[in-house]
């Protein structure tokens, strides 16, 4: 009887030419997916060019964005771990994934194996008419009333928060980084804002640690084993919504006594009682899912929020005279010894601060792309069609600085009155997304970006503290300052 090595020897021209068939029929099919569309001819097999986008994610988009840019087709393509993808560069073809999301085009994915994390049910996933009947019940908690209520919850939390900063020892005089110190702030925001008064101080903590939990598991390797960090994310969900679910019977319970809302919940609760009164079927009213929907608003509000708010100060730090200008717009309705906080009228007045916000987003767009996955073959130009299963990456940072006038200039005057170049370069302009799956929280964002800026710029005096590459964009997935933002802070 032979020995396994003499047999393995044997074997071993067999071998090779099954894995060289193998391999050659892996980058065949990548070809025919290609046909002409710009991007490597030659990808590593199976894992194509994976490692290029795991050691530097920024460097693998903007070489993309470089294949792209001088043909006249305006996207590019390339291989990862065994998923052929297509990066949109051009704003036209970008809006054109966005607007086409349904069964037989597009499925929004946002971050790769967000199903397993979020659930099927998640509004992310949600397509047609149930997904129209969620954003109608969705909308009323966004009117200027709601908005208005939640202004005042949002300042109280900023302000705490920021008159923290100030007890470390390290203030006045050593920087240190404002990435988790705002995303702590941003995510004590949004419990008061989205369930007010109905989390004990017991449920906060414990709801923080479950959802630093799923934070760490949304961008770990996706191996749903005992201890590793994605599945700690996934069980956390589930624990998350439980509480969220107590705040909205509790929320419901408060609606039903004919008090006034204070939160989101109460304004959701109270829209399902008036269709209930109307005898109009209460979709989407079940503790449960109203607190699964809830968790979805929260963690829209996190990553994408504190990564705007680190790109603020950098870009204020960066551009004196806009500073300037902001701190004496401000000072014109609130100041910090004024012991008032600022209204809603007074927020719409802070016209150029706004338009700052908004210069904030379109510059350093925090969700750069929104990844979509094709159900079927898709026909993006008269030339290509994307094949079935393909990660479509549309551009949100790319559309940024096409059309607008000087784009690659720190510009907050596009955005005022007399330019209005948001409308003007409306098409390019993609920071919230077109179509169905356009952010329905978006005059909420904008306003807490705007309070972080007055109240930062009142408050303190700041100097960010300068290191090779400290401004270099990070993916994660958000795209933050690569030091955190590090800065130096002293009362003004």
Not at 121 to 133: A, P
Not at 159 to 180: A, C, D, G, I
Not at 220 to 247: S, Y
């Amino acid at each position: 009887m032979e020995s396994f090595p003499a047999i393995l020897i044997l074997l071993a021209p067999y071998i090779l030419s099954i894995a060289a068939f193998i391999i050659l029929l892996d980058q065949i099919s990548y070809l025919k997916k290609k046909r002409s569309a710009p991007g490597p001819n030659l990808v590593l097999p199976f894992i194509g060019n994976t490692i290029s986008l795991a050691r530097n994610p920024t460097s693998f988009w903007e070489v993309q964005s470089a294949m792209a840019k001088p043909s006249d087709v305006g996207f590019s393509v390339n291989y990862i771990i065994g998923r052929f993808i297509v990066f949109i560069r051009s704003s036209d073809l970008s809006r054109k994934v966005f607007a086409n999301v349904r069964p037989d085009a597009f499925h929004l994915v946002v971050y790769p194996f967000g199903r397993k994390l979020f659930g099927e049910r998640n509004i992310l996933y949600m397509m047609g008419q149930e997904h129209k009947d969620l954003r109608s019940r969705i909308a009323p908690n966004f009117t200027p009333k709601a908005l208005s209520t939640y202004i005042e919850l949002q300042q109280h939390t900023i302000l705490k928060h920021m008159k923290s900063w100030m007890q470390f020892p390290e203030s006045n005089t050593k920087p240190f980084p404002l990435r988790f110190l705002c995303r702590d702030m941003n995510l004590e925001t949004s419990q008061n804002v989205f369930v007010g008064p109905y989390l004990s101080n017991e449920s906060r903590k414990r709801f923080e640690v479950e959802y630093n939990l799923f934070a760490a598991g949304l961008t770990a390797l996706p191996i749903d084993l005992p201890g590793f960090a994605f599945r700690n994310a996934r069980v956390a969900v589930p624990r998350l919504v439980e509480t969220l679910a107590v705040c909205v019977e509790n929320s419901k319970s408060k609606m039903k006594s004919g008090q006034e809302p204070t939160c989101l919940v109460d304004f959701w609760i109270r829209g399902a009682e008036a269709e209930q009164a109307r005898e109009k079927l209460p979709l989407h009213t079940s503790s449960t899912e109203i607190a699964g929907h809830l968790f979805d608003f929260l963690f829209a509000a996190q990553d994408a929020s504190t990564a705007s708010l680190l790109w603020a100060v950098t870009l204020l730090d960066s551009h004196p005279e806009v500073l300037e200008r902001v701190r004496k717009e401000v000072a014109g309705f609130w100041s910090p010894e004024s012991d008032k906080l600022i209204t809603a009228d007074q927020l719409r007045e802070m016209r150029y601060t706004e338009a700052v916000a908004k210069e904030v987003i379109r510059y350093r767009a925090p969700a750069a792309m929104i990844p979509h996955v094709a159900g079927e073959d898709f026909p993006l130009t008269d030339r290509y069609t994307i094949p079935k299963g393909a990660i479509v990456f549309p551009s949100v940072f790319e559309s940024s600085f096409q059309g607008f006038v000087d784009p690659y200039r720190f510009d907050p005057d596009r955005f005022m009155e007399d330019r209005q170049e948001d409308q003007v370069y409306k098409k390019n302009y993609l920071t919230f997304g077109v179509g169905a799956h356009q952010c329905v929280g978006q005059r909420y964002a904008i306003n807490h970006l705007v309070l972080f800026i007055a109240m930062f710029t009142s408050l303190f005096d700041f100097k960010r503290y300068r290191s090779d590459g400290c401004d270099e964009i990070e993916y994660l997935p958000a795209i933050y300052p690569r030091d955190g933002c590090k800065v130096v802070v002293s009362l003004r």
